[in-house]
């Protein structure tokens, strides 16, 4: 049974409520991740982890995050609104900008979310839009490739179309404190989905280096080092969960490395992990509504890439539960396929599992980020409900399925001549 699941009879139960497919997000798995973070990194008392919406815009879920005292880390104008409808305010929203249309900036500055500049030409955007703040956050690209011990390659950034390059730290944080910044954060997000426990402690050193140099060339205090996110999942079982408790503990021997004890006027820690806090604890929850033996042995069901659009995008692993049949052997060889017309429209690939029958409920697992938010209406396909299984037991509908009508609202319709409207 894979780590983080529920009990077969929550999705039974679940599936006797609602109509499959949806997504189903277990609120007690949520809070305790939450929680845990928070806990992994208490020893700097200016912690804060801004949970990244793109990986699961509920505001159900995001103002359960609230409560559990995380921030947001929004990117576009439309999760902004999200963050203020929900009582974000101030530092509690991070606005990281990349290439997005500079008016987006005006209500970031309105509601005082902490800026993370991508170039150090958006230096001028922020100056035409609310000014240039006491702090500001610089996202930096340190390029070519990220490896641990040298050798083994993590992440390619030289490839990624954010962030500054360390050259133009010095000059812009002069710019910046020219026009009245006071302090500034650095931020850098190198890898993604990242296992080894290694990656925050390497990137936290880097950055903890480059920030105490910026900060020495340019004259500015550091403020704060963001971590952002890339924290991964165990998608395949055979992969170690990572213990966020080391994690912290190991940045906190970086932390000391470089700027002694935590305290007042030492540089806080900020971290915007996305995937690491839902994505376990959601569910894709499907039927088997067709069996195919033609060259390969096919299970249709009724969710298709637009509920997780993962697996045909990147090929990614999920792994794939059949309700009942946890314990029966895997002896049969399927492609589990959904119903776009769309051949990478494929959850699993000859992937071993038990005997399924039409009928059958299959739960598709770590669909808590970048599942639900990554969705779109290909084929006429509509988004689906998500549902939240409550930490009292109690199933509660979290946004409903997409209707025709829904599909249809956008668009403009032709007269049609000689019909009375
Ligand atoms: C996507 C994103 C994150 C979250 O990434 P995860 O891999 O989900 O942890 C954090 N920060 C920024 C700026 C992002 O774009």
């Given at each position: ?181 006071k302090r500034f954060g650095l931020h850098a997000f190198l890898a993604s989905n990242m296992t080894d426990p290694r990656y925050y402690p390497a990137l936290a050193r880097i950055l903890f280096d480059l920030a105490r140099k910026a900060s020495e060339a340019a004259g500015v205090p550091v403020a704060f080092i963001n971590l952002s996110g ?57 039927r088997a509504v067709h069996e195919k033996k033609t060259f390969k042995h096919y299970i249709g069901v009724d969710a298709c890439a637009v509920q997780l659009i993962r697996p045909a995008m990147y090929g990614a692993y999920h792994e794939i539960s059949v309700v009942g049949r946890e314990h029966e052997p895997a002896t049969e060889r399927y ?87």
């Open positions: 049974m894979p780590n983080d699941s529920l009990a077969s009879e929550v999705f039974a139960r679940a599936a006797a409520l609602y109509p499959t497919p949806f997504h189903l997000y277990d609120e007690a798995g949520i809070r305790r991740t939450a929680r845990a973070v928070r806990e992994a990194f208490a020893w700097q008392p200016d912690f804060k982890e801004y949970f990244a919406v793109k990986a699961l815009p509920n505001p159900m879920i995001l103002q359960l995050l609230h409560e559990e005292g995380l921030g947001l880390d929004c990117s576009s104008l439309t999760e902004l609104l999200l963050a203020q409808r929900l009582g974000f305010f101030g530092d509690e929203i991070m606005f990281s900008a990349n290439a997005m249309p500079p008016e987006e900036f005006d209500l970031a500055r309105q509601l005082g979310a902490i800026i993370n500049l991508d170039d150090i030409s958006d230096i001028d955007l922020l100056l035409r839009h609310g000014g240039i703040p006491d702090t500001v956050c610089v996202r930096v690209n340190t390029g070519g490739t990220f490896a641990f011990d040298g050798n083994q390659i993590m992440g390619t950034p030289g490839e990624a179309k954010y962030g500054w390059m360390p050259s133009q730290l010095a000059e812009g944080l002069m710019r910046l404190k020219s026009l009245g910044m890339g924290i991964g999942i165990p998608y395949r079982r055979e992969v170690q969960p990572v213990d966020i408790r080391a994690v912290g503990e190991a940045v906190r021997a970086e932390y000391e490395a470089a700027f002694g004890m935590p305290g007042p006027g030492k540089p806080g820690i900020k971290a915007e992990l996305g995937r690491y806090i839902t994505g376990p604890h959601g569910f894709v929850v499907t492609d589990i396929t959904g119903c776009l017309c769309e051949n990478n429209d494929k959850f699993a690939i000859d992937r071993l599992m038990p005997e399924i029958h039409v009928g059958d409920l299959l739960i598709i697992h770590d669909a808590g980020a970048h599942a639900f938010a990554m969705g779109y209406q290909y084929n006429g396909r509509l988004r689906t409900a998500e549902i939240l299984y409550r930490e009292d037991g109690q199933y509660q509908l979290i946004r409903r399925a997409e209707t025709p009508e829904d599909y249809f609202a956008t668009m403009v319709w032709p007269d049609r001549k000689g019909e009375s409207k």
